[in-house]
């Protein structure tokens, strides 16, 4: 599965188990961890055959959670930079961003549902540029289910069925 959905859940977990003590009473948590990435040509149909670009940098993400009349609403912005390098040496600079908001209901407390927007771009001296994107209704108890209903798609970002990553590998 994508590797937003892992950092997706472990932020929202994070932010629900620890709650405002340590936001200092606005229910919001920030975490800042190190990311890295390998995409080829084979799973980014937007790459010239045989590139391969590693990439790493620093993801800060802050979450805000509120609950009011037994619905818990849950917003995420996650901000991402850093470099590349090509197989053939050439250097990038990446930047991801992805947001979302989701919020239970009474009749279903742990089944969160709302919209996510997501973006990765990268470009350099190198022939390798990418501009991808999506909005997507998500659903997902942040544990055993993750589900994607694409709305607007750019770039061919990921497989919506499976969560995996094609052009966006953040």
């Known amino acids: 599965m994508r590797r937003c959905t892992f950092i997706c859940a472990f932020v929202v977990?994070?932010?629900?188990?620890?709650?405002?003590?340590?936001?200092?009473?606005?229910?919001a948590t920030s975490v800042t961890f190190p990311v890295s990435f390998v995409m080829t040509s084979l799973t980014c149909p937007n790459?010239?055959?045989?590139?391969?670009?590693?990439?790493?940098?620093?993801?800060?993400?802050?979450?805000?959670?509120?609950?009011?009349?037994g619905v818990t609403r849950i917003h995420n912005?996650?901000?991402?930079?850093?470099?590349?390098?090509?197989?053939?040496?050439?250097?990038?600079?990446?930047?991801?961003?992805?947001?979302?908001?989701?919020?239970n209901s009474a009749a279903s407390p742990g089944v969160f549902s709302g919209m996510m927007n997501d973006h990765f771009s990268l470009?350099?001296?190198g022939p390798a540029h990418l501009n991808n994107g999506f909005q997507a209704l998500i659903t997902t108890d942040f544990s055993t289910?993750?589900?994607?209903?694409?709305?607007?798609?750019?770039?061919?970002?990921?497989?919506?069925a499976t969560g995996d990553a094609h052009c966006d590998p953040l």
């Open 77 to 103: 912005t996650s901000h991402a930079n850093g470099t590349a390098t090509d197989q053939a040496g050439n250097t990038y600079v990446f930047n991801y961003s992805n947001d979302f908001t989701v919020e």
């Open 13 to 27: 977990a994070f932010a629900l188990v620890t709650g405002s003590a340590v936001a200092g009473g606005n229910g």
């Open 123 to 125: 470009a350099g001296n």
């Open 145 to 160: 289910f993750f589900t994607f209903d694409p709305r607007k798609s750019q770039g061919d970002p990921l497989d919506f």
């Open 47 to 69: 790459l010239a055959p045989g590139t391969v670009l590693t990439g790493s940098g620093t993801e800060k993400s802050t979450t805000v959670s509120h609950t009011k009349n």
